[in-house]
């Protein structure tokens, strides 16, 4: 068997072949595939992110739809200016069934309160103090918005004996701002009218 230059030349071409083809169509089309997957992979994370910001959308929804309805909630306990004085009814017949005098009720001029208005009213009233406690609480019951500051307490001297220098068990008087948050019907609110016994 004879090896000549026909021979060797078959044998580089052959040889050739198969390092030709890994250069110009194996190599290019590994790179190709590794780019491919990389994209993929880019495209695979975008879409993650993206059900993780449409699943925040959605408790998004839920959360702002129950923000809708603690203002309803709230809304619903704001009355008109027109109730305002329907509250104030409600607020001296609470401090009568606690058996509380009255002496004054004088109102504030209103005071913007971000959308809605709040009357003060500058209350005296005397009575027992567990007569008062109890008008507190049934106060904060009520379903409307109000609120209590500027609160001074004082113990009442009894009556015919000034020489204790204390007060009559449990009597005192009680003097306070009560603000109550009403939404208004026009730019110009009005006053309630001062009360007094």
């Known amino acids: 068997m004879r090896f000549g230059i026909r021979e060797l030349i078959f044998l580089i071409v052959l040889l050739a072949v198969p390092v030709a083809s890994y250069l110009y169509v194996f190599k290019p089309r590994n790179a190709e595939i590794r780019q491919a997957h990389a994209e993929i992979e880019i495209k695979q994370a975008k879409l993650r992110k993206l059900r993780e910001v449409a699943d925040k959308i959605d408790d998004l929804g839920l959360a702002i739809e129950q923000g809708r309805e603690a203002v309803k909630v709230i809304e619903a306990k704001l009355p008109s200016q027109q109730d305002v004085e329907v509250i104030l009814q409600d607020i001296w ?3 009568k069934l606690r058996r509380l005098t009255v002496k004054s009720i004088k109102s504030e ?5 971000a959308l809605y208005m709040e009357q003060p009213l500058k209350v005296i009233m005397e009575g027992e ?12 019951k009520l379903p409307r918005i109000t609120r209590i500051h500027r609160m001074k307490l004082e113990r009442l001297a009894a009556p015919g004996r000034p020489d204790q220098g204390g007060g009559a068990p449990g009597m005192m008087k009680a003097e306070f701002s009560l603000s109550i948050y009403f939404e208004p019907r026009s730019k110009t609110p009005g006053h309630l009218a001062e009360r007094s016994r």
């Open 93 to 95: 017949e609470l401090a």
């Open 109 to 113: 001029r209103p005071v913007p309160a």
């Open 129 to 140: 103090f567990d007569g008062f406690y109890e008008f507190l609480l049934q106060l904060e």
